[in-house]
């Protein structure tokens, strides 16, 4: 399979209700949360890429650009950026969905780095 066509077999797309069990004392989507569905997506998606043991050794720049309010429905999606010898990338978005009307919008953004390891856990090649 082609770089491209992996990248495209490897993204993933996740939905979410937004539940009170899960916002802060504003009525909206907890960052802790919102940051923990981010990394879980993107490792769902660079272990969908790799098929090998990846773990998390950086997320950077995560834009919180809208509140996410309690109600609503999310769409996090996850999709292969860069790819080294041993390492990837891994963008994440969330969008809101309103769950009664026809409205979706993008809300925050993040990029994750992931490690392939083997079987010692020691940094092994992607391909």
């Known amino acids: ?34 940051m923990q569905l981010m990394d879980e997506i993107a490792f769902i998606t660079a272990t969908r890429f790799t098929r090998k043991k990846c ?40 969008f809101i969905e309103q769950m009664y009307e026809e409205h979706r919008e993008k809300a925050i953004t993040g990029n994750f780095t992931f490690v392939a390891l083997d079987e010692n856990k020691k940094p092994v090649a992607i391909f």
């Open 55 to 94: 773990v998390t050794v950086c997320s950077d720049r995560i834009d919180f650009k809208k509140p996410i309010p309690a109600g609503t429905i999310i769409e996090l999606v996850g999709k292969v950026s860069k790819v080294g010898n041993t390492s990837l990338d891994v963008k994440v978005e969330i």
């Open 1 to 34: 399979m082609q770089l491209q066509e992996k990248i495209k077999a490897s993204e993933t797309r996740i939905f979410k209700a937004v539940f009170p069990n899960t916002t802060n004392h504003y009525d909206t989507l907890f960052g802790g949360t919102a």
